[in-house]
């Protein structure tokens, strides 16, 4: 069983930058494919970006690209969001999801993930 375990979360103020990190147990993240998700209340868990099992391809949501930028250490089976020029409207809880399938057009799909870690809040000041 995999367990993903985040943290890096924190208040920043707007401008700003923060890094997230997300610690994978239980297999070698080279056979992962790892993203990061974000939620607000009362809405859908929002797809942010992703790495392939390789760490060789990413992808990123349109709202964040350009400034964040998700990297993979898999000799440490951590996966890592840097975030920079932060806005108010990047407050969220962020997910670290995984997976050992191949990096499909899928990517964005929250089913498409079965390893999920527990959530860190990230809280952007103006």
């Known amino acids: 069983q995999v367990q993903l375990v985040e943290s890096g979360g924190g208040l920043v103020q707007a401008g700003g930058s923060l890094r997230l990190s997300c610690a994978a147990s239980g297999r070698a993240s080279s056979t992962l494919k790892m993203g990061w998700f974000r939620q607000v209340p009362g809405k859908e868990r929002d797809f942010v970006a992703v790495?392939?099992?390789?760490?060789?391809?990413?992808y990123y949501a349109d709202s964040v690209k350009g400034r964040f930028t998700i990297s993979k250490d898999n000799a440490k089976n951590t996966v890592y969001l840097q975030m920079d020029s932060l806005t108010p409207d990047d407050t969220a809880v962020y997910y670290c999801?995984?997976?050992?399938?191949?990096?499909?057009?899928?990517?964005?799909?929250?089913?498409?993930?079965?390893?999920w870690g527990q959530g860190t809040q990230v809280t952007v000041s103006s």
């Open positions: 790495i392939s099992r390789s760490g060789g391809i990413t």
């Open positions: 999801a995984a997976d050992g399938g191949y990096l499909t057009t899928y990517y964005s799909r929250v089913h498409r993930y079965d390893y």
